[in-house]
Nanobody
């Protein structure tokens, strides 16, 4: 079993930055594919970014060039650096982990483990 705990959310003005963290515990974290998803009120959960190994990263078109996903395996933590935030980035952000390596990184169903979420609110 893998436990994920997100932190770093909050209220920020448009154009500002936040860094989300997701701390993992319980199993061999470094072998897991990690992803970030978000869910705004009244909308479905959507893919934001994923990292496979330490090199391969994937982003949704809506955040490409503004968000950066990274991981520190020594700290069992994955990060989401969010720059130039927009009001449409307002959502609950979830960290997810996949240990099988199958399926699309952009599909929520690929991931077996999820954190509880952290709220990000961007004021315009």
């Amino acid at each position: 079993q893998l436990q994920l705990v997100e932190s770093g959310g909050g209220l920020v003005q448009a154009g500002g930055s936040l860094r989300l963290s997701c701390a993992a515990s319980g199993r061999t974290y470094s072998t897991y594919r990690m992803g970030w998803f978000r869910q705004a009120p009244g909308k479905e959960r959507e893919f934001v970014a994923a990292i496979n190994g330490n090199v391969y990263t994937y982003y949704s078109d809506s955040v490409k060039g503004r968000f950066t996903i990274s991981r520190d395996n020594a700290k069992n933590t994955v990060y989401l650096q969010m720059n130039n935030l927009k009001s449409e980035d307002t959502a609950v952000y979830y960290c997810a982990a996949d240990g099988n390596g199958y399926g699309s990184s952009a599909r929520a169903s690929t991931y077996a483990y999820w954190g509880q979420g952290t709220q990000v609110t961007v004021s315009s």
